[in-house]
């Protein structure tokens, strides 16, 4: 009897082994499948720190292919010419004849957007690997054409009031552009929507913006203009360039001990608009000695001492300016000093992407200008969760620089991923437009 029951024992444990082999066997074909056909991937799984390394460069999505663009070939005095001034050339420069950006640009850097993306444009290399953009030269097939026309460039370079007769030169320039692009097939088919022109400079195009409305404009903010004429929905938020040099030998081994200023912040304190809170809290952050808050300009000598200054800082200041963003706040970014940020109204480039509350402090004006309020909260906030921020700075900081050729996930880069974005919905607007008798007929309907 006991000789039959460890056989039939045996015998069951026999049965259960082979059904789990057999379960294990099609468990692992199924996982082998899905892997194939790309529905599981194991890393995210089994190595879930490779996905976001606080310490390693933070690396976005993929977005399919580069955008294709077709760049129209404008006469050198509506861009690179006005670099050098002195030359007569006017043929469209190519990408041999380059030049690079002037080293005593001094603060016209901060709004020079339009020329690194004329330049990604140019580059030979554009349309491979990490690369967002890709030339054309047949405009029938592109996505998105560019206007290489530096419309901020212009602006500090004709003059800055009404009154300057030299100003003029921006005016006229201004119209020859529209009456060039009024006279292009390409514009007049999507009434200029499918067009991608930089104005970051608040005064860019301030004689004839109007006219070309409908473009997909790359600006700073939206505080010059009402939300028919700028607004997130056609126009892709930028970056400033930011004017003190990047901080790219962080290596402090106590960098929140070493960062021995609590809150900086150099400037001018007398703006106009959303600026007036400037001069306010001039007074509000008087009389501490780990507050460094000073009126001054923008020279070279300046800019050096600002540099300094936001690496061995914690927190940099960012108040808004004559608009609700400044090029102070990109200035932060790569000086790794945690962003602190007053505006009401601001807008801030590639959120769709970058969480901004995981590496800056926010603040409305009414919580800022509150006497102590601003730099209680500041020291409320701990070394660990700091160090956190801080972290998270240096990881997303790449994404704010410019550079030529442009780099993977770079400003330039993450810019045309934006435009490329407003592409489905521009390409609906034109379809709709050209097929509907009674434009948007929804909104009679009662």
Known sequence: MIVTNVRSDLGKIKMYRKAAIGLTFALLLLISYSIFIGTVDLRSYFIPLLKSS?????????????????????PRRFNVGMLNR????????????????????????????????????????????????????????????????????????????????????????????VKLLHESKYWNRSGGRDHVIPMTHPNAFRFLRPQINASIQIVVDFGRYPHVMSNLSKDVVTPYVHVVESFTDDNSSDPYESRTTLLFFQGRTHRKDEGIVRAKLAKVLAGYDDVHYERSVATGENIKLSTQRMRASKFCLHPAGDTPSSCRLFDAIVSHCIPVIVSDEIELPFEDEL????????????????????????????????????????????????????????????????????????????HRSQRLKIPDWWRRKK
């Open 86 to 177: 002195k030359s007569a050339e006017e043929a469209p420069v190519t990408a041999r004849e380059w030049p690079p950006w002037p080293r005593n640009s001094g603060l016209k850097k901060q709004h020079s957007v339009e020329y690194w993306m004329m330049g990604s444009v140019l580059w030979e290399g554009n349309g491979g690997e990490g690369s967002e953009v890709v030339r054309v030269s047949d405009p029938e097939v592109a996505d998105a054409f560019f206007v290489p026309f530096f419309s901020s460039l212009s602006f500090n370079t004709h003059g800055h009031n009404m009154n300057d007769p030299e100003t003029e030169v921006d005016h006229q320039l201004q119209i020859d552009l």
């Open 54 to 74: 606080p310490l390693a460069p933070q690396s976005l999505c993929a977005t399919g292919p580069p955008l294709k663009v077709f760049m129209y070939d404008l």
């Open 355 to 430: 969480d901004y509350n995981q590496f800056s402090v926010f603040f409305s004006f009414k919580e800022a200008l509150q006497p102590g309020y601003m730099v209680n909260e500041l020291r409320k906030l701990s070394k660990e969760k700091w160090m956190e921020m801080y972290r998270h700075l240096k990881s997303i900081s790449h994404h704010f620089e410019f550079h030529y050729p442009p780099e993977k996930e770079d400003a330039v880069n993450m810019l045309w991923r934006q435009v490329k974005r407003k592409v489905p919905a521009v390409k609906l607007a034109v």
